[in-house]
């Protein structure tokens, strides 16, 4: 596959002459350049907060504020979206606005220590507002812009290409910040990041999609009762996201649970450099883009259930792996790493083909609504339980109960999917007896 992607792809990037083909070019070129982001804004902000001296509280509402906001904000952003026309030239909007937030963030960086961590936080968060909007609207962009025959395998270049590049991103940025001084490193950091979000974005706004047409508003006031019915429905639907959703429940708890400490962990417990970190997440990048090639080829074998059940596995043994390093045992983290990076990847093949098989195509924005708002409940809560518990306890106690987690979710996959089997031979029985009936009474 590795070698077939260049000649399959070559006409669609040098001279892209479709729509479809246009769009992929342009999504391959908006996804490149947020592996840049996300190999230096996103991989090193946790770490600057950690210089800078922020308790694991602190570092925990990195993730734990942007949440609160967003549950307030997800169904809210669901029914905004589900009124908008151009999805792509809107949402484009949204991202152009999370980039701006690089601006104030970096001016915190000169102002004292002990304010400085809580106003980046702050920023931080509220790019969660127009972070919300952008994300509800991108899976009707993606859904739209490339035909669900082809969507698993651009994704899974998408996907490969976005941890190529993250990968080299996080060690040229994890050397620079080693090289340069104190601020001039993160400000170039934050430099690069913004050029790269900005032009990242340029591509996605190109994107071309249909208008979406509307449906008429109600003219009558409906009752409170039955917009909480409403908004409920998706649950009780009967299309599987109630399932979908309990998965990822105990899925995300395990994921989330140490996501506030594992900076503290590798600064303080560990006592790694910058220049060590990111070759860390060097190494998870590149078996990321390994996987994805992997796991895209074995999805349709394997099935999105045998394939989430795997992932669960493996990740809570890396995390197994994290409870028990120290500084001396160095290896276990950088073997932890590409368990983890391998398996990520097996996470996102899964879950992303599963939510669109789950989601009624006419009301994806409600859908991905209500999966914000559950996925960022446990967001906000759980990365703060595990920064408490890690200060009453230890970091690794909470890297185990983590893994405890997501082993429990495997099983749970693993139990549900043998429940979906038989529910789908007992339907194939069913006609089979009823035809068998007439004969057995003549």
Known sequence: MLRNIPSALRNVIVRPMTREDRNVRRLMGFTALFGVVNGGVITF????????GATAVVISLLTSLPALLTIGFALPAGAIVARW??????????????RLAYLPIV??????????????????????????????????????????????VINGVRWALLGMVSAGSVSFFGQLLVRLPWPANYVTLFAICFAAGITSTFFYSRIEIPLRELSEAPTQRIPWRMRLKELIEPLRAGTGFGTFSLVTLVLRIGLFLPAGIFSVFL????????????????????????????????????????????????????????????????????????????????????LFEWILEVMPAGERPRYVAMNTLLMNLVM?????????????????????????????????????????????????????????EPEQAS
């Not at 902000?45 to 800078?52: D, I």
């Not at 026309?85 to 999370?98: G, H, I, K, W």
């Not at 690794?396 to 038989?422: E, M, P």
């Open 380 to 436: 906000f809560g759980v990365p703060i339980l595990g920064a408490a518990l890690a200060e009453r306890t230890s970091i690794s106690l909470v890297l185990a109960v983590a893994a405890g987690f997501l082993f429990a979710c495997a099983l749970l996959t693993l139990l549900l999917a043998r429940s979906q089997r038989r529910q789908a031979q007992a339907a194939v029985a069913a006609p089979q007896e009823a035809l068998t």
């Open 45 to 52: 902000l946790p770490v600057l907060l950690a210089r800078l």
């Open 85 to 98: 026309r151009d999805m792509t030239r809107l949402s484009a909007r949204c991202f152009y606005m999370l």
């Open 267 to 350: 600064v303080r417990q560990l006592q790694v450099s910058d220049a060590w970190i990111g070759g860390r997440t060097t190494l998870e990048h590149g078996a990321l883009t390994l996987g994805y090639f992997f796991w895209g080829r074995m999805a349709n074998r394997l099935g999105h259930w045998r394939l989430l059940a795997m992932a669960a596995s493996a990740l809570g043994i890396a995390f197994l792996l994290l409870s028990g390093a120290s500084s001396s045992t160095l290896w276990l983290v950088l073997l932890a790493a590409l368990i983890s990076g391998f398996f990520a990847s097996a996470f996102d093949v899964s």
């Open 107 to 152: 001016a915190a960086l000169f102002l004292d220590a002990a304010i400085a961590p809580y106003l980046i936080v702050a920023i931080w968060a509220l790019t969660s507002i127009p972070g919300t909007l952008g994300n509800t609207a991108f899976y009707d962009v993606l859904a739209e812009a490339v035909p669900p025959g082809r969507r698993a």
